[in-house]
């Protein structure tokens, strides 16, 4: 009888936590330390102008390795138009699009591991009206920094851009999970680093496709590891 009644409390304890309004303070609190992360620190940002016209005419596509998630709070003006984020359906990723709502951003959860069609279509939708969008390609569950085709099936649907995200700082926590997840602090300095990637043929092959995300994973590479090489690391920080 104490067995089953304590099993039944923590189920109603971890209901409350992954519930919208339970997650409503952690999401505040991870808001306010970025927006007193980014708002102490000195930037060096680069390609966001051309990025910046783009948007404004229409869609895209922002790129980014999981690692450097933090930075979706920084990377995107509200005044190009509006984003949504592809977040988890799991705690993390609902947590996440709490805080970025924070931001200005959309978040759209997606499922991990059954189709998404509803969301789909609904997501199509909303980009063929203007909406742009912003993917960790290695995520929800990694392996990091190996890159899936979810842009790549985007940019072929929509006919929109895909722009790659470099992001890196002097300053930072990182978190001890599968993508080394770097949290940046106040003080010191931060980099975004904004390249084209370039649209996808919508009559590609499906090794045309492989060949396109293999070049992605390496030019996303590419990217980040500039960004953390102009905060001076000597190599990738994850």
Request: hydrophobic residues 45%; aromatic residues 6%; proline residues 5%.
């Amino acid at each position: 009888m104490v067995a089953r009644a304590m099993t039944a409390l923590r189920r109603s304890v971890a209901g409350a936590v992954a519930s919208p309004a339970g997650q409503a303070l952690p999401a505040a609190l991870i808001a306010a330390h970025l927006r007193r992360a980014f708002g102490r620190t000195d930037w060096l940002v680069e390609g966001r102008e051309a990025l910046a016209e783009e948007a404004q005419a229409g869609p895209v596509i922002l790129v980014l390795w999981h690692g450097r998630l933090m930075c979706a709070a920084r990377f995107w003006n509200t005044g190009w138009g509006p984003l949504t984020t592809l977040t988890s359906q799991q705690y993390p990723g609902r947590l996440a699009g709490q805080a970025l709502r924070r931001f200005g951003l959309g978040t759209r959860a997606m499922h991990d591991r059954r189709p998404n069609r509803g969301e789909s279509l609904a997501l199509a939708r909303e980009m063929r009206a203007g909406m742009s969008m912003g993917v960790a390609v290695d995520g929800p569950l990694g392996p990091a920094r190996k890159a899936k085709t979810v842009p790549l099936d985007w940019a072929r649907l929509t006919g929109a851009p895909i722009w790659l995200v470099g992001f890196s700082a002097t300053r930072f926590w990182q978190m001890d999970s599968w993508d080394r997840l770097v949290v940046p602090r106040a003080g010191g300095r931060a980099c975004l680093l904004y390249r084209r990637f370039g649209t996808v043929d919508k009559r590609a092959t499906a090794e045309v496709l492989e060949a396109e995300r293999a070049r992605l994973e390496a030019e996303l590479d590419a990217v980040t590891e500039a960004a953390d090489s102009r905060m001076g690391h000597a190599g990738p920080i994850c």
